[in-house]
C-alpha cells in the first residue's frame, strides 16, 4: 500500500499541463493578438535560433518583429520574428486549478479503492448494514480534500506552460518539401 501511494504521489509531481502554439506567417493575426493577450504582465523565456535565452517582461509582438525588457537590467530589446525559436510563460494559478481537479478525482478513487481494499482483506462490509456506504462516503471525500490540497500545491509549483514555437520562412519551405 505505500508503494502504491509513493507511485501515485510522483505521478502527480511529474504531471503537468501545457499549452503549444505555433506561430507561422499563415495564422498571423489572430495568433498575434492572443499572443500578446497571454504575453501582458507576465515573464518569459525566450530562446532565440542561435539558443541564446533570455529572462523577459513585457514581451509584445508585432507582424515582423519580438520586442521585451529584461527584468534584471530593464533594458529594452528586440528581434526580428524570424530570430526567434520558442517563447515560454508560466501561470502559477492556472497550474494550481488544473492541479486541484486532478487531485480532488484521484484523491476520490485512491479514497475509494483504499477502503474498498480493507473491505476485501477483512472479508466483510465495513460496518454493518445501513452506514456501510457512509464509509464509502467518508474515505472518499477524505481522499478528495487531500488529493485537492495536494493536487493545488503541487500545479501551483509546476504552473501550466504556455509554448509558442516561431516558424520562419525556411523552416516553412524545408517542411513543405
Request: net charge negative; proline share 2%; glycine share 10%.
Amino acid at each position: 500500500m505505500k508503494t502504491m501511494f509513493a507511485l501515485i504521489i510522483l505521478c502527480f509531481l511529474v504531471t503537468a499541463c501545457s499549452s503549444s502554439y505555433v506561430v507561422s506567417s499563415s495564422n498571423e493575426v489572430r495568433l498575434v493578438d492572443e499572443f500578446n493577450e497571454t504575453a501582458e504582465g507576465k515573464e518569459a523565456e525566450i530562446i532565440l535560433r542561435d539558443y541564446v535565452v533570455n529572462n523577459a517582461t513585457n514581451v509584445y509582438l508585432s507582424a515582423d518583429s519580438l520586442f521585451w525588457s529584461n527584468p534584471e537590467s530593464k533594458l529594452k530589446s528586440g528581434v526580428l520574428k524570424s530570430e526567434t525559436r520558442k517563447i515560454t510563460f508560466i501561470e502559477d494559478f492556472r497550474g494550481g486549478l488544473e492541479g486541484a481537479g486532478l487531485g480532488f478525482l484521484s484523491g476520490a478513487v485512491v479514497g475509494g479503492l483504499t477502503l474498498f481494499t480493507i473491505v476485501m482483506i477483512s472479508e466483510g462490509e465495513p460496518a454493518p448494514g445501513e452506514y456501510a456506504g457512509a464509509y464509502y462516503a467518508i474515505f472518499m471525500a477524505a481522499g478528495a480534500g487531500l488529493g485537492l490540497l495536494s493536487g493545488f500545491t503541487v500545479g501551483m509549483i509546476n504552473g501550466h506552460t504556455y509554448e509558442y514555437e516561431f516558424e520562419n520562412s525556411q523552416q516553412q519551405e524545408n517542411s513543405d518539401k
